[in-house]
């Protein structure tokens, strides 16, 4: 059972537009959601994260937009940079004290020069 | 942020052997660690919670006597895979929190074959 699910296995994205990444999840005890960027034969990096109790939150070039109601949320990269191509995963925390993350399946951004 | 080092980044072993992976915390000490398998083109699968001085708790399908986890102090957690067959080839990644108000941190991942 995927609690956590990112339908798009794949994007391209044009150099200095915008990369929107998606992300559903089915389990209401979820209260924090995370991005993470993943290269080739490396642990998964931090990128951005975002309470329940929020519905954006914003770090430099990425935004992650919350729709509890919808259970979805998004990662928005503008602008897109050619360093961004990578696999991003969001993951799924909660409820509050149980530390496990429950991951998607990732999307591979490819940003094109 | 705060660094997990994963060692080996990756090994090579004959079926039948056992393999031990280590992750530190390296400026940090953290009483909960995660160990994940990630499979080909496959999401990040949590394997097991470790516990310093306590037993680890494993996910649903994973067997504890073939994935043995020793959390021997603050900064050391390690994964041995006793009996290694070629379907144990994944890459392991362990993670580790500063507190419950930080993102978890990731190690390197190991990539392991079983030949």
């Known amino acids: 059972d995927q609690q956590v699910k990112q339908n798009s296995p794949s994007l391209s994205v044009q150099e200095g537009r915008i990369s929107i990444l998606n992300c559903d999840y089915t389990n209401s005890m979820f209260d924090y959601f995370l991005w993470y960027k993943k290269y080739p034969a490396e642990g998964p990096t931090f990128l951005i994260s975002i309470s329940s109790i929020k519905d954006k939150n914003e770090d430099g070039r990425f935004t992650v937009f919350l729709n509890k109601s919808a259970k979805h949320l998004s990662l928005h990269i503008v602008p897109s940079q050619p360093g961004d191509s990578a696999v991003y995963f969001c993951a799924a925390q909660g409820p509050f004290g149980n530390e496990k993350l429950t991951f998607g399946t990732g999307t591979r951004l490819t940003i094109i020069p | 942020g705060a660094v997990v080092s994963q060692h080996p980044s990756w090994v090579i072993c004959k079926s039948g052997t056992s393999v031990k992976i280590e992750c530190r915390s390296l400026?940090?000490?953290?009483?909960?660690m995660f160990w994940y398998r990630q499979f080909p083109k496959q999401s990040l699968m949590l394997m097991a919670t470790s516990n310093e001085g306590s037993k680890a708790t494993y996910e649903q399908g994973v067997e504890k006597d073939k994935f043995l986890i020793n959390h021997a102090s603050l900064t050391l957690s390690t994964l041995t895979v006793t009996s290694a067959h070629p379907e144990d080839s994944s890459f392991y990644i362990c993670?580790?929190?500063?507190?419950?108000?930080?993102?978890?941190?990731f190690g390197q991942g190991t990539r392991l074959t079983v030949v």
């Open positions: 400026d940090f000490q953290a009483t909960t």
């Open positions: 993670s580790a929190r500063v507190n419950m108000n930080t993102e978890a941190f």
